[in-house]
């Protein structure tokens, strides 16, 4: 999950949830590794990159948008910690049978029920 590779460098990347559950899907069976991804360890391997990705906000202080002064080095660590995030997140979902899909567009109608836009905006 974390890691790097697969031969798809060079193929155009599905980035639809559903696209990116199947190619998860396709890797760890490719790999053995189902009998590995149990709810609970995907949850627990899921908080260790999001530990990861905390690492490197860490010491930094408050980050302006964009993060005009980050070094690109830096700027692609952070996408590969986002990304690990990402990828177990979905592989969680997968495993305890959520759509995800489903359950953001519930959620983003529920937030909007609970904390409407100020009238007159």
């Not at 489903?102 to 409407?116: H, M, S």
Request: glycine residues 10%.
């Amino acid at each position: 999950m974390g890691g790097r590779g697969g031969g798809e460098e060079n193929e155009e990347m599905n980035v639809s949830l559903k696209g990116l559950s199947r190619k998860l899907e396709e890797f760890a069976k490719e790999r053995n590794w189902e009998q590995y991804h149990t709810p609970r360890n995907l949850l627990l391997a899921m908080v260790g990159e999001v530990g990861e990705l905390s690492e490197i906000f860490q010491w930094r202080g408050e980050v302006a948008k964009g993060l005009p002064n980050w070094e690109e080095s830096d700027k692609e660590h952070l996408g590969e910690e986002l990304s690990d995030v990402l990828l177990y997140l979905i592989r969680l979902s997968d495993m305890c049978g959520i759509d995800l899909d489903e359950a953001v567009t519930k959620k983003i109608v529920k937030n909007a029920i609970k904390y409407p836009a100020p009238k007159g905006k």
